[in-house]
């Protein structure tokens, strides 16, 4: 009860730090889309890049992400950026670049064979076979890698108040250190329902996107 009073007495802060939280992860997984679905692409034509670059990437998931918020600082020092909004997007940007990039790879590499000799014989240009008819099959697959850097990352972005990037961290840290049973609550419950709203809102274009012969 005290939690859901604090939540009341607090919305206008709760729903600035919600939309600071949004920012972030937004620019972070929209830069991650631009350059990990062409990389996705470009690594279907030959399979040793393919496994390189997965493997770079599934590496970068592995490290703790407290641990990359903190190699941001020394880094972004140089250009005078070591705190802040701008590490936690590249922080974020780098842990969305597997599920997008798998994915892509993944949709891309399993269009049924049938389907490009068919395109092939329409006197397509692999450019055309690429945009007309392998990404629109591909899109359902993309679609759910998008969404899970999505959620992952909001959960992610929480961690980034440590390093002064703002979002809805900044409850959840505030109750440790206070000992603030409310903030904490509160920070963990906006943190999860964002996730929530996310995931559907996503399934929801991801379903209006895929092409109608796909979905019967």
Do not use: C
Request: glycine share 10%.
């Amino acid at each position: 009860m005290e939690t859901l009073v604090f939540m009341y007495n607090n919305a206008g802060t709760i729903a600035a730090l919600g939309v600071e939280h949004i920012s972030i992860v937004a620019v972070a997984v929209g830069l991650a889309i631009l350059t990990g679905v062409p990389i996705g692409i470009a690594i279907t034509q030959n399979r040793k890049a393919a496994d390189t670059i997965l493997y770079i990437a599934s590496i970068i998931v592995t490290v703790p992400s407290i641990a990359l918020f903190g190699l941001m600082i020394p880094v972004l020092s140089l250009i005078g950026q070591g705190i802040g909004w701008l590490p936690a997007v590249i922080a974020i940007l780098l842990y969305s670049q597997l599920p997008i990039i798998r994915n892509t790879y993944t949709a891309i590499t399993n269009v049924d064979p049938a389907l490009r000799e068919s395109a092939r014989g329409m006197g397509m240009t692999p450019m055309q076979r690429l945009r007309q008819v392998e990404i629109p099959l591909a899109i359902p697959v993309i679609m759910a890698g998008v969404r899970t850097a999505v959620v992952m990352n909001i959960g992610v972005a929480a961690i980034a108040a440590y390093i002064g990037a703002g979002g809805l961290g900044v409850l959840i840290s505030r109750g440790i250190s206070q000992t603030d049973p409310r903030q904490l609550i509160a920070g963990a419950v906006a943190v999860s329902a964002l996730a929530i709203i996310a995931d559907y809102a996503l399934l929801y274009l991801q379903k209006k996107l895929t092409p109608a012969g796909l979905t019967r």
